[in-house]
């Protein structure tokens, strides 16, 4: 079946550190990926996707390479804000006919420190 | 453009008490789908609807889950009698369903169920 496994968190940062959240999946086909943020007290935005390998999905500053070679959808972002303290979600998207099953990780609490 | 809507946003009950969610996707947006999520864990799909019609309910709890989107448009969720295990968070999403199948799906903000 297909699966999202990321990496366990929480995780704590100062301000301007470099953040990386590990992203990688077991899926039939040929998987959509997506990173979820969900802000405290709010639903889930998406962040970035990818549709293909070796897309780059990438907005607010956060960037992801969709790497079939590995199975994985890393998450990136060169110098994180405070504002940037959120739950991450990986997620996987497959299609068939007009049934869109996403399956997703179990989330990364990010805290980033001043 | 407005969101997704969802009422209420927090809910108690008691076990074997029924309750039920409201869901109104973004305008245009034939498909709408119900997600649990528990505390600590992703959201798993309940049931997805494309307009009126049901496309996948395989994770549902049929005996005690229900759901219903008569018009294609607002949705409701039920569960009769809820038990302590469906504390969770309830997500209602809605897309375009677009034919490469990436599609991107909104969240609404939540209800908070919690059975007592």
């Known amino acids: 079946g297909n699966s999202v496994t990321q990496m366990e968190g929480p995780v704590t940062l100062s301000e301007e550190a470099f953040l990386t959240i590990n992203c990688t999946y077991t899926?039939?086909?040929?998987?959509?990926l997506f990173w979820y943020v969900q802000y405290p007290g709010e639903g889930l935005q998406l962040l970035l996707k990818?549709?293909?390998?070796?897309d780059k999905g990438s907005n607010k500053g956060f960037e992801a390479t969709y790497r079939k070679e590995t199975t994985s959808f890393h998450l990136e972002k060169g110098s994180v804000q405070v504002s940037d303290s959120a739950v991450y979600f990986c997620?996987?998207?497959?299609?068939?006919?007009?049934?869109?099953?996403?399956?997703f990780g179990s989330g990364t609490q990010l805290t980033v420190l001043p | 453009e407005a969101g997704v809507a969802q009422s209420p946003r927090y809910k108690i009950i008691e076990k074997r008490q029924s309750v039920a969610f409201w869901c109104n996707p973004i305008?245009?947006?034939?498909?709408l789908y119900w997600y649990q999520q528990i505390l600590g864990q992703g959201p798993k799909l309940l049931i997805q609807?494309?307009?009126?019609?049901?496309?996948?309910d395989s994770q549902l709890p049929k005996d005690r889950f229900s759901a219903e989107r008569l018009k294609g448009v607002d949705s409701t969720l039920k569960i009769q009698p809820a038990k302590l295990e469906d504390s969770a968070v309830y997500l209602c999403?809605?897309?375009?369903?677009?034919?490469?199948?990436?599609?991107?799906?909104?969240f609404g903000p939540g209800t908070r169920l919690t059975v007592l």
């Open positions: 999403a809605s897309s375009l369903l677009t034919s490469g199948g990436t599609d991107t799906q909104y």
């Open positions: 609807f494309q307009n009126n019609g049901v496309v996948d």
């Open positions: 899926a039939t086909g040929y998987p959509s």
């Open positions: 305008s245009g947006h034939a498909t």
């Open positions: 997620a996987l998207g497959i299609s068939s006919g007009s049934a869109r099953q996403l399956t």
């Open positions: 990818a549709t293909k390998a070796d």
